[in-house]
């Protein structure tokens, strides 16, 4: 099995890769001049790339499978591998009960569908909070985050 496994009482947990992104450190300290943030990126051995993963956490309370968010899955190049990593970890997609989206960016629901726009993971219930839901539902939202992120 690839991944990491732990247990939270008595359910085991799994972190599944989605894979992993390379981001410009510029992109997380975005304020930081640059001669200091070449300097604490040297102070601890990292180059001015950052190798940034995209995981999802599958929950296996014994009665449900519960998948927490699904990776970005095709939206970057570099990802769309949870499918293999759940198979690797000993799960199908079929074996998913509930899917948690935690928020509606797309490195938390990328994974949701399927190439052919179906469900990933079609004998789940997806959960979503009605906040998170309304924000990405309202007509404003192209407005707020550009059409092409929706």
């Given at each position: 099995?690839?991944?990491?496994?732990?247990?939270?009482?008595?359910?085991?947990?799994?972190?599944?890769?989605?894979?992993?992104?390379?981001?410009?450190?510029?992109?997380?300290?975005?304020?930081?001049?640059?001669?200091?943030?070449?300097?604490?990126?040297?102070?601890?051995?990292?180059?001015?790339?950052?190798?940034?993963?995209?995981?999802?956490?599958?929950?296996?309370?014994?009665?449900?499978?519960?998948?927490?968010?699904?990776?970005?899955?095709?939206?970057?190049?570099?990802?769309?591998?949870?499918?293999?990593?759940?198979?690797?970890?000993?799960?199908?997609?079929?074996?998913?009960?509930?899917?948690?989206?935690?928020h509606g960016h797309a490195d938390h629901i990328g994974g949701a569908l399927t190439r052919q726009h179906q469900?990933?993971?079609?004998?789940?219930?997806?959960l979503l909070t009605r906040i998170e839901w309304d924000y990405w539902m309202a007509e404003e939202a192209a407005?707020?985050?550009?059409?092409?992120?929706?």
């Amino acid at each position: 099995m690839t991944g990491y496994r732990y247990s939270v009482g008595a359910f085991p947990c799994y972190v599944i890769s989605d894979g992993t992104r390379i981001y410009p450190a510029k992109a997380f300290f975005a304020n930081a001049p640059a001669s200091e943030l070449a300097a604490a990126l040297a102070r601890h051995s990292l180059s001015d790339e950052l190798v940034t993963p995209f995981n999802a956490l599958l929950v296996d309370t014994g009665v449900r499978r519960v998948l927490i968010d699904t990776g970005t899955g095709r939206v970057v190049e570099t990802a769309g591998k949870l499918p293999d990593s759940l198979h690797a970890a000993g799960f199908a997609p079929q074996d998913v009960d509930t899917v948690v989206l935690t928020h509606g960016h797309a490195d938390h629901i990328g994974g949701a569908l399927t190439r052919q726009h179906q469900p990933a993971f079609p004998n789940a219930d997806y959960l979503l909070t009605r906040i998170e839901w309304d924000y990405w539902m309202a007509e404003e939202a192209a407005l707020r985050v550009g059409e092409s992120r929706l």
